[in-house]
């Protein structure tokens, strides 16, 4: 099957993905941005997973301030190196993060277990964990989800150390 150019470039602008990966998915998928962009996705989290016991001790603390001034939010984002911690897609991660944690006051950042059990510090919480929260821009997807996906555009191991949510009178 012959890919065009156009279309490879399409793909790439949508998932952040190489040139030749955008190809080899769109060949796979017979030329459906739809399905190759389902296969890449399915790579990125393979490849994600495989990273995931590298080190990260690189990356922001992404401050926001929300409601005039009323709530304010610092999160920890790490990475394994400088270079991606000053991407522009892992800086949208950290804002975006803090935009979750100023909405829904999480109780912990509450990484799953591998088998999707709650590691301890999430025992008995009221509220979700952050990672396991629906992430308010596309509530189809979790926090996790978005991590993840991040993990995979930038080719590294990124993890939600830790937060600090603050609230007018509380």
Do not use: W
Not at 30 to 45: F, P, T
Not at 48 to 63: D, P, T
Not at 144 to 168: M, P, Q, S, W, Y
Request: proline fraction near 3%; aromatic fraction near 4%; glycine fraction near 8%.
């Amino acid at each position: 099957m012959d890919i065009s150019a156009e279309k490879v470039r399409e793909l790439r602008d949508a998932t952040g993905a190489g040139v030749m990966d955008c190809k080899r998915a769109l060949t796979s998928a017979n030329g459906s941005i739809d399905k190759a962009v389902a296969l890449l996705r399915e790579q990125g989290l393979a490849q994600a997973a495989k990273r995931a016991g590298r080190e990260a001790e690189q990356g922001i603390v992404e401050s926001y301030i929300h409601g005039g001034g009323r709530i304010g939010v610092l999160v920890e984002v790490n990475c394994e190196t400088d270079f991606v911690a000053r991407t522009s897609a892992f800086r949208d991660l950290a804002h975006d993060l803090a935009m979750q944690i100023a909405a829904t006051n999480p109780s912990s950042v509450g990484e799953a277990s591998a088998d999707g059990r709650l590691t301890p510090d999430e025992a008995g919480a009221e509220q979700l964990p952050l990672m396991r929260q629906p992430y308010i821009k596309n509530p189809s997807q979790t926090v996790a989800d978005l991590v993840r996906e991040t993990a995979a555009k930038t080719g590294e191991n990124v993890i939600v150390r830790r937060f600090t949510r603050f609230e007018l009178g509380n």
